[in-house]
Nanobody
């Protein structure tokens, strides 16, 4: 199976920065795309940013120009650099990856989530 382990969340003041990391481990053959979602209290989980193995990225309109997603394919790791953070960015951030295992079975996997809190 596959595990996604996130790190880098925490408490930061508005205008500050945080960098999230997510490492995928297990019997991985390939990863088609990796990305970040977030869920604030009382709201649905939403896409923040995603990056495909070939390089194309997409971002939520609310984070464009402030957040940057990047990948290290050799390390099965995805990062999210978050700058100019706002209180409305407060949420639990989840790593997501569409993984093909060594058995050729493909599946969506999720991390356990990391809390990001932005104080005003």
């Amino acid at each position: 199976q596959v595990q996604l382990v996130e790190s880098g969340g925490g408490l930061v003041q508005a205008g500050g920065s945080l960098r999230l990391s997510c490492v995928a481990s297990g019997s991985i053959f390939s990863i088609k795309h990796m990305g970040w979602y977030r869920q604030a209290p009382g709201k649905q989980r939403e896409l923040v940013a995603a990056m495909h193995s070939g390089g194309p990225t997409n971002y939520a309109d609310s984070v464009k120009g402030r957040f940057t997603i990047s990948r290290d394919n050799a390390k099965n790791t995805v990062y999210l650099q978050m700058n100019s953070l706002k209180p409305e960015d407060t949420a639990v951030y989840y790593c997501n990856a569409f993984v093909t295992l060594a058995t050729m079975y493909s599946h969506d996997y999720w991390g356990q989530g990391t809390q990001v809190t932005v104080s005003s």
